[in-house]
Every structure is written in C-alpha cells, then in structure tokens.
C-alpha cells in the first residue's frame, strides 16, 4: 500500500508569504496527524483529525496556522503569514485506530525554510 | 505531564560494536514507550514499542530497547552496529492519542 506522502519535501519562503503543505494519508485511515520538529527540538504534536473534524488542535501554536481536512481524505496546512520561527520540518502522519498503543505512519516531513 | 529526554545528541559507533541510544521517561499512568528512526530523506519509521509484559522488546532491523521501571528508562540497543543503521532516532511517549518525542539522537556508525 502506498505510504503518507507529503508535498512539497521542501520549501522556501520570505517572512510574510504564505505557505501550503499538504498530506496525503493512507487510504482508509481516518486519523490524520500534524507534528513539527522546530530547530533540531523535540517533534511536537500539532492537531488531529478524525475524517474531516478536528479532534484536537491543542499544539497549534497560533491563528497563523490553519489546518483542513475536506472531505476526510486529504489534509492541508496553511502558514499565514509565515515567520521566521516557524522554519522545521513539517511531519504528517495517519492511522486507522487510535489509542496510546497504537503507532501511526509518518509522512517524510516537508521542510519549511523562512527567510 | 508527559516528557522524554534523550541525553545525547550524537552517538558515534564503530560497524560491528553493540549501539546503545539512551532514553529517559516521564508520564503520568501507564508508560507506552516508542522508537521510531528517521534514514535521510525519508520519513519516520516504527522500530519497537513497549506497552506491557516482557520488559526486553525486539523490534526491526535487529534493535531491541529494554524497558526500566525504577530507573524510568526506556534505552534502543543493537548487539552489532551496521553502517546502514546511521540514522536519527526518536524516542517518544504516547499518551492518549499524542506523542510525546524526544530531541533526537544522530546515530553514526564508522566503518
């Protein structure tokens, strides 16, 4: 089966544009995540899905950032305007369960520069 | 709350030794302990997960991590290290439907 793809790998933007990540999970999974690596930090939980509700948007750090989910399939990230702090790499991962013992798939991360 | 630390962020290892990657835990309630490894370019893959029983948990590619309840210690070990293995890797915490990661450890092996 193919796995959680991401798009764009990279990007590079100035301060003050606008920015659109997208994710695509794996078909059939209904939870869709966002966590993000600021830095060489720790990877931090943004928000989740389950088909196209938010089930928690608790680590999003601002009404910078807008996460959409039409539709239950794929998943967009919106950074607007962008600013120099949020410069990471952008992880996207899906699962079919949830739970504190179930693993998820992980995207390979779209690396977001801001200059 | 839910916290996890790995001490080192780089663990250098020559081809052939055994590897130890360390990590360290604190939750609230039961611990469900991960590994997940990032190679270049590519996403984070599952290695292993501890969520009860037996407190040594053999995962892919040969690693196995051993879960440490007094000493809150979840430590990634590989008995032979492979330049294959060089990598980043994560350990993390999951509490509910979050994970809780890590810094990172870069792990390189030296021919």
């Known amino acids: 089966e193919a796995g959680v793809t991401q798009f764009p790998s990279h990007s590079v933007i100035e301060k003050g544009q606008t920015v659109t990540l997208r994710c695509d999970p794996i078909?059939?999974?209904?939870?869709l995540y966002w966590y993000r690596r600021v830095m060489g930090k720790e990877i931090k939980f943004l928000l989740h899905f389950v088909k196209e509700s938010k089930q928690d948007e608790s680590g999003m750090p601002n009404n910078r950032f807008l996460a959409e989910r039409t539709g239950g399939t794929y998943s967009t990230l919106k950074v607007q305007p962008a600013e120099l702090e949020d410069s990471g790499v952008y992880f996207c991962?899906?699962?079919?369960?949830?739970?504190?013992?179930?693993?998820?798939?992980f995207g390979s991360g779209t690396r977001l520069t801001v200059v | 709350a839910q916290s996890v630390a790995q001490p080192e962020d780089q663990v250098n290892v020559a081809e052939g030794n055994p590897l130890t990657v360390k990590c360290t835990y604190s939750?609230?309630?039961?611990?469900?302990l991960f590994w997940y490894v990032q190679y270049p370019n590519r996403g984070l893959q599952f290695l292993l997960k501890y969520i009860t029983g037996d407190n040594l948990v053999k995962g892919s590619y040969g690693f196995e991590a051993e879960f440490n309840k007094s000493q809150t210690s979840f430590h990634l070990k590989k008995p032979s290290a492979l330049v294959s293995d060089s990598a980043l890797y994560f350990c993390a915490v999951k509490a509910g439907n979050q994970f809780y990661f890590g810094t990172g450890t870069s792990l390189t092996v030296i021919p």
């Open positions: 078909s059939g999974h209904d939870n």
């Open positions: 991962a899906s699962s079919q369960a949830t739970g504190p013992t179930n693993g998820y798939t």
């Open positions: 939750v609230s309630g039961n611990p469900y």
